[in-house]
């Protein structure tokens, strides 16, 4: 997990230093050192989380965590958590209700079907 927050830090801290935004990384001391993980994945998503932020957040702060929370049924497993969250102007409540709508069964099909 830490790997991922540096290449965030590479990526995103010149954008930042010439802006009046903060970043902030964190890491819960409860996440494993090591986890299995797709991390192109992870770092495309984060990567588009932290750019929407810096857009629009014109002043304050952006902070990245990651935690983990044990599995109450399997306690060898558990499952990572990512937060990024700022103080810019927020998601209109009416583009909430679409905000994931790509990641219904019905779009996953389509895409799915698309590829073959």
């Known amino acids: 997990p830490s790997e991922i927050l540096e290449q965030l830090k590479l990526i995103f801290s010149c954008v930042v230093n010439k802006s009046n935004v903060k970043l902030y990384f964190y890491i819960h001391e409860n996440t494993p050192k090591k986890i299995l993980q797709d991390r192109e994945r992870i770092n495309q998503i984060l990567a588009?989380?932290?750019s929407n932020s810096i857009k629009y957040t014109k002043s304050g702060m952006i902070s990245i965590i990651i935690d983990w929370e044990d599995d109450k049924f399997?306690?060898?497993?558990?499952?990572?958590?990512?937060?990024?969250?700022?103080?810019?102007?927020g998601i209109q409540n009416k583009s909430k209700q679409n905000l994931f709508a790509f990641l219904s069964p019905k779009n996953i099909r389509d895409i799915q079907m698309d590829r073959k």
């Open 48 to 50: 588009n989380m932290v």
């Open 74 to 89: 399997d306690p060898k497993t558990g499952f990572i958590k990512f937060s990024v969250s700022d103080t810019g102007c």
